[in-house]
């Protein structure tokens, strides 16, 4: 069974570009995730999906970070007008909808904004 | 402070030793993820865990609800068990997000 796939899988922008990450999770999972892990430190949660709906995007920056899932399966993660602080690893995870579900992650894009 | 704690933040082991590593949890913890992350930043599940134990081959983990914390425990360190480990933690109810500790780097040497 194939995992979590996530492309690009590196991205270098001057500020001020836009980006945008796809994700496409492990088949039959209802609950999609997008953290954000900056260097040296954990992931952290940005937004997450059950099906197409936005359940908790409190901790996406709203003014430049969008995130849509449009039929439930595949997302994208955009941001417009990148900055510097805005160098990390975009990790993708997904789960089966459960407040108890494990969760599995793809391999991330390393984006850096110089 | 640190919902998650882990430590120790960076440890060097010789191959063929055993070591622990530990993860201290200051919020209400239903379940626990263990993961490696690699060089190329991927991260792999390790373990699951409910309040208990599991073993897989040279690893075993431990998830102490009732004292908050969670160990990782990796007998005859290999070469290949390079990376870093994080824990993360799950507060169950309407809460879905895992809370993530800052990792402990491992470097196995011959």
């Known amino acids: 069974e194939a995992g979590v796939t996530q492309s690009p899988r590196y991205a270098v922008l001057q500020e001020g570009q836009a980006v945008s990450f796809w994700c496409d999770p492990i088949?039959?999972?209802?609950?999609l995730y997008w953290y954000q892990q900056p260097r040296d430190q954990g992931p952290q949660l940005l937004v997450y999906?059950?099906?197409?709906?936005?359940?908790?995007n409190s901790q996406l920056p709203s003014d430049r970070f969008s995130a849509v899932r449009p039929k439930g399966t595949n997302s994208t993660l955009k941001i417009q007008s990148a900055k510097q602080g805005d160098t990390a690893t975009y990790l993708c995870?997904?789960?089966?909808?459960?407040?108890?579900?494990?969760?599995?992650f793809g391999p991330g894009t390393r984006l850096t904004v110089l | 402070g640190d919902q998650v704690k882990q430590s120790p933040s960076a440890l060097s082991l010789q191959e063929g030793t055993n070591s622990a590593l530990r993860c201290n949890f200051s919020i209400a913890t239903t379940t626990v993820q263990w993961f490696l992350q690699n060089p190329r930043g991927s991260l792999m599940n390790l373990f699951y865990?409910?309040?208990g134990t599991k073993e897989n081959g040279r690893l075993k983990s431990t998830f102490n609800s009732k004292e908050s914390y969670s160990t990782l425990h990796i007998r005859d360190a290999q070469l290949e068990d390079s990376g870093t480990y994080f824990c993360a933690a799950h507060s169950g109810g309407s809460n879905y997000k895992l809370t993530f500790g800052k990792g402990t780097l491992l470097t196995v040497t011959p």
């Open positions: 088949s039959g999972h209802d609950t």
């Open positions: 865990l409910v309040p």
């Open positions: 995870a997904s789960s089966f909808w459960d407040n108890y579900a494990e969760q599995f």
């Open positions: 999906f059950r099906d197409e709906a936005v359940i908790d």
